[in-house]
């Protein structure tokens, strides 16, 4: 069974870091690019950035660039994504999904996600 669990978010104050992980399992982990988008409240998802577990080829939105580092442990089948300089609009829930292709992405499985909230 294929399985992607989120954790690491929480409440942080406005500038503060905030590194949240997404755990795989029922998959070939190597094979795969593993994305991390965002969703507010209200507002339509957003792709925040990708990482591709074979070669380690990474993609960033421009929202994110130079604050979020996304990264990967492949002994332990885990991406990272390290959020720095958080500010009151990064809230919302972080969701992490595998894709079997780079660019085009096809994201087939998806966590459930983790609450960020950001206070000013």
């Known amino acids: 069974e294929v399985q992607l669990v989120e954790s690491g978010g929480g409440l942080v104050q406005a500038g503060g870091s905030l590194r949240l992980s997404c755990a795989a399992s029922?998959?070939?982990?190597?094979?795969?690019?593993i994305g991390w988008f965002r969703q507010a409240p209200g507002k339509k998802r957003e792709g925040l950035a990708c990482?591709?577990?074979?070669?380690?080829?990474?993609f960033y939105a421009d929202s994110v660039k130079g604050r979020f580092t996304i990264s990967s442990d492949n002994a332990k089948n885990t991406v990272f994504l390290q959020m720095n300089s958080l500010k009151p609009e990064d809230t919302a829930v972080y969701s992490c999904?595998?894709?079997?292709?780079?660019?085009?992405?096809?994201?087939?499985?998806w966590g459930q996600g983790t609450q960020v909230t950001v206070s000013s």
């Open positions: 999904a595998a894709s079997s292709t780079w660019s085009p992405f096809q994201f087939n499985y």
């Open positions: 029922g998959f070939i982990f190597d094979d795969y690019a």
């Open positions: 990482i591709s577990n074979g070669d380690g080829s990474t």
